[in-house]
């Protein structure tokens, strides 16, 4: 506890960590983040040390930011447990007010993101191409076309969410299409796209999460389910491996992808960077399975009467280099090292 600091003001709490007397400036920041005098103590950093010191019973000093409306507060406080039955005295030494801080772009995108998350009715996995390799709805009047995503895997996913004014959308880049509104057949709402990228450092995304979004309440009967007969053509029929095996793998493979991808970029919370790099080898590992499930499919394919060639260039010095990144993790166990090949490229 700092005694040098002259005591600017206190608060005094009783065992419910509710606050009983206070002191300027504490006493307004308490009516500002939304609390009463006497009222439950409203500053939540300053109720987390409070409960920290009553539980332990044991003086704290610490460094607290908060909120007022107006003004970003810095402050140091002691908070020094009174009893078993009773409360804490609250004692500021410190106080600085200043300007909002600007958040950093990232922690923007990030927080962006998460809400995004949490209020998405319709969540797809992309692949690099943003083409559909899997998708999930919670939402009753979007199970139809939660079927249709399905049921087009492999295919763009512009081709199922129309975007708005954008005819001819195959190819753009992502950025134009994040945030785009589309059209969601038989539905009177307004909808729009989040498409979240599953970065890697010096590389372009390895896949994306489509996220669908409204900012109108859903209502009753709103959106109709559709028919698989609504979407495009019937698929081609396939072998075991198209009709049984792909479908039943496809989800908890992209699942597994998604949830690598979220604990490599860190959106669940801080994580050493060993176990980042970790997941974001799961990540690359289940791309590649998940990508060879649909190359198994494909030949199986080549015997339906509907099959037709495409022809794709193939950079096969970037497929060495990932397969080289791949092995690299169980060779470096044993002491050998897998060098990548390099670009040929000019």
């Given at each position: 506890?700092?005694?040098?600091?002259?005591?600017?003001?206190?608060?005094?709490?009783?065992?419910?960590?509710?606050?009983?007397?206070?002191?300027?400036?504490?006493?307004?920041?308490?009516?500002?983040?939304?609390?009463?005098?006497?009222?439950?103590?409203?500053?939540?950093?300053?109720?987390?040390?409070?409960?920290?010191?009553?539980?332990?019973?044991?003086?704290?000093?610490?460094?607290?930011?908060?909120?007022?409306?107006?003004?970003?507060i810095w402050a140091w406080v002691d908070v020094v447990p009174l009893g078993d039955e009773t409360g804490c005295e609250i004692r500021l030494r410190t106080w600085q007010a200043g300007s909002p801080l600007a958040e950093?772009?990232?922690l923007a995108t990030r927080?962006?993101?998460m809400t995004d998350?949490?209020?998405?009715?319709?969540?797809?996995?992309?692949?690099?191409?943003?083409r559909v390799l899997a998708a999930h709805s919670g939402s009753d009047a979007l199970a139809g076309l939660q079927q249709i995503f399905m049921q087009a895997v492999g295919r763009p996913w512009t081709d199922i969410l129309p975007p708005v004014g954008l005819p001819g959308s195959h190819g753009l880049h992502w950025?134009?299409?994040?945030?785009?509104?589309?059209?969601?057949?038989?539905?009177?709402?307004?909808?729009?796209?989040?498409?979240?990228?599953?970065?890697?450092?010096?590389?372009?995304?390895?896949?994306f999460d489509l996220l669908l979004l409204s900012d109108e309440p859903e209502e009753l009967a709103d959106v109709q389910p559709l028919a698989a007969a609504d979407f495009g053509p019937e698929p081609l029929s396939g072998g075991v491996v198209a009709q049984d095996l792909a479908p039943a793998l496809r989800q908890p493979i992209s699942r597994v992808i998604a949830n690598a991808e979220t604990i490599r970029s860190r959106l669940a919370g801080p994580l050493p960077d060993a176990y980042a790099e970790y997941a974001g080898e799961i990540v690359a590992a289940g791309t590649l399975l998940a990508g060879l499930l649909d190359d198994f499919a494909d030949l199986e394919v080549v015997e339906d009467a509907g099959f037709s060639v495409d022809c794709e260039e193939i950079d096969l010095v970037q497929a060495a280099r990932q397969a080289a990144g791949i092995l690299n993790v169980r060779a470096l166990e044993k002491n050998i090292r897998v060098e990548p090949p390099v670009s040929l490229r000019n």
């Open positions: 506890m700092n005694t040098r600091l002259p005591v600017l003001a206190k608060v005094m709490t009783d065992a419910l960590d509710r606050v009983m007397t206070a002191q300027e400036p504490l006493a307004s920041l308490q009516l500002h983040c939304g609390g009463d005098i006497p009222g439950t103590l409203a500053i939540p950093e300053l109720l987390e040390v409070v409960r920290l010191a009553r539980s332990n019973k044991a003086v704290l000093t610490r460094q607290i930011t908060a909120f007022d409306g107006a003004e970003h950093d772009g990232h927080r962006r993101n998350r949490a209020v998405s009715e319709l969540t797809a996995v992309l692949d690099s191409q943003q950025r134009l299409l994040d945030g785009v509104e589309v059209t969601v057949s038989g539905s009177t709402r307004r909808w729009h796209v989040s498409l979240v990228p599953q970065l890697q450092p010096g590389a372009e995304p390895a896949g």
